[in-house]
């Protein structure tokens, strides 16, 4: 065994910086034996690291915005800022008929209890779903960490409301009751956070805030709960250079505890988005509709207008578990990953209107889950019949069709496959026996479904016919 070599330090912008300063952003020397460095602090290297596998094989993640924006739950997740700095009326008018005149919004930390937050519950929940990841909000544009940040003092779970360490917990009943991947969100920046308003009004020309905030909670996150897939977001209109991103990011994929699998977004510092990172998000609720040439996902919301919970929602808010499979379809079949957002109330509970979505999406995904899983985008996404999308498992020779709607006629015309007699078999998920088809010309098939009653169906929301053999 040669002894190993010492680190070559990377190189930081030219932003003035004093030597303590320079240090603090460097990355912590790693424990284990040192590996030379596969990837440099450069976007042209950064970008050139190849996914890893299980993101794009597993196509269905759950999102958690949670935190003390939780504890008001009315109107956004961006309580705060729409009411004490946009001042918009709504928000102005629910704090003078609730609270009294000298409340400030950290006054709404105590009240964050998480009273009834049983993780054990939770895992179970999203196991149920068939996600295969989570990710939760570790801190978001309030500055509120979930753990017990060293570097958010009085503002965190575990020194205000619920004296817990919310990540720990939920962290480790992922871990050990499912075969889900942690994951944590993190913004970079915070609202009202004095050094990053005064490196804001200096157009960021030092970084007061990411060397005694970001960058120590970023390495504190990764080291101590060593999440698979870190999505940031939040630039607060800085540049990558200002968050030192590149820097951090070669740690994170040369030296950190999950160099080898961790996943990471596109939301680095004003200007990155859906151009740099392992894959893109582009804006939140993405949906293109047609294949991209990257890996992508598609952040999207059960309640269409907020991401944290909301007391003043209707029913009417919430995407129905069919709009929510055809969401996943669609996604699936132009190459994304759907990450589903749901938000827990200040206690700790999940809504049941989002535990039934989750259960119900795992009911589908047990029936159909082999058209979604570890599957590729085949050479059509859609069909010319509405509502049908199409997946593959090229080794196996499988082409899946995925319609949203059950033929009256009980006859699925299929426009782009092509069958071969005596080589194309078709099967209808959930079902098992082969169906009977027909080749038109000059191309199509005409699929013959079964005659089944609403109780013999597979599954109620959408379903998948199995093709083998056809190009």
């Known amino acids: ?31 284990a034996a040192y590996r030379a460095p596969r990837f440099d602090p450069t976007w042209k290297s950064l970008d050139a690291r190849p996914l890893p596998a299980w993101f794009d094989q597993a196509k269905f993640g759950i999102f958690v915005h949670w935190g003390v924006f939780s504890v008001p739950s009315f109107g956004s997740e961006w309580f705060w800022w729409y009411w004490q700095e946009k001042k918009i009326p709504m928000y102005v008018k629910f704090m003078e008929d609730n609270y009294r005149p000298d409340f400030k919004y950290e006054d709404f930390g105590p009240l964050f209890t998480a009273r009834f937050f049983n993780a054990s519950y939770w895992a179970d929940v999203f196991q149920a779903s068939g996600a295969k990841y989570t990710v939760l909000t570790s801190k978001h544009h309030e500055g509120f960490t979930l753990w017990g940040s060293k570097h958010s003092w009085n503002w965190n ?63 504190e996150l990764v080291n101590k709960y060593q999440p698979e897939v870190l999505w940031s977001d939040g630039d607060g209109d800085a540049p990558d250079d200002y968050w030192n991103s590149t ?54 919301t ?70 979604i899983y570890e599957t590729y985008p085949w050479r059509s996404q859609s069909d010319v019949t509405p509502d049908v999308w199409y997946t593959s498992k090229p080794k196996q020779k499988l082409v899946y069709a995925i319609y949203l709607k059950w033929p009256t006629s009980r006859h699925l015309f299929l426009g782009q496959p092509i069958a071969t007699p005596g080589a194309t078999e078709i099967k209808l998920l959930g079902h098992g026996q082969p169906l009977n088809w027909t080749s038109l010309k000059p191309n199509g098939i005409l699929v013959e479904l079964p005659r089944l009653t609403f109780d013999q169906m597979p599954c109620k929301w959408g379903w998948a016919l199995a093709l083998t053999n056809v190009i």
């Not at 070669?250 to 894959?279: E, F, M």
Request: hydrophobic share 40%; charged share 20%; with cysteine.
């Open 1 to 31: 065994m040669r002894p190993s070599a010492p680190p070559t330090l990377p190189a930081l912008p030219a932003l003035g910086l004093a030597l303590p300063l320079l240090l603090l952003l460097l990355p912590p020397a790693p424990r």
């Open 157 to 219: 779970a575990v020194d205000v409301g619920p004296k817990r360490d919310l990540v720990k917990e939920l962290e480790a009943a992922i871990r050990n009751r499912t075969d889900l991947r942690f994951g944590l969100y993190y913004s970079l920046f915070e609202w009202f956070h004095p050094l990053f308003l005064e490196d804001k009004s200096r157009s960021f020309h030092q970084q007061q805030f990411p060397v005694s905030k970001t960058l120590p909670e970023l390495y």
């Open 247 to 300: 820097v951090f990011l070669a740690w994170l994929y040369n030296q950190s505890p999950v160099r080898d699998t961790v996943v990471t977004n596109d939301r680095w510092g004003l200007g990155t988005i859906c151009k740099h990172g392992g894959y893109y998000t582009c804006s939140d609720r993405y949906h293109p509709g047609h294949l991209l040439p990257h890996k992508w996902e598609n952040c999207m």
């Open 302 to 371: 059960i309640d269409k207008f907020s991401w944290g919970y909301r007391r003043d929602a209707r029913l009417s808010d919430y995407l129905t578990i069919e709009e929510l499979v055809k969401e996943l379809v669609e996604t699936v079949s132009c190459g994304g990953n759907l990450l589903m957002n749901i938000g827990p109330t200040y206690d700790g509970t999940i809504p049941v209107i989002f535990e039934e979505r989750l259960r119900q999406m795992g009911t589908w995904l047990k029936v159909n889950g082999e058209a």
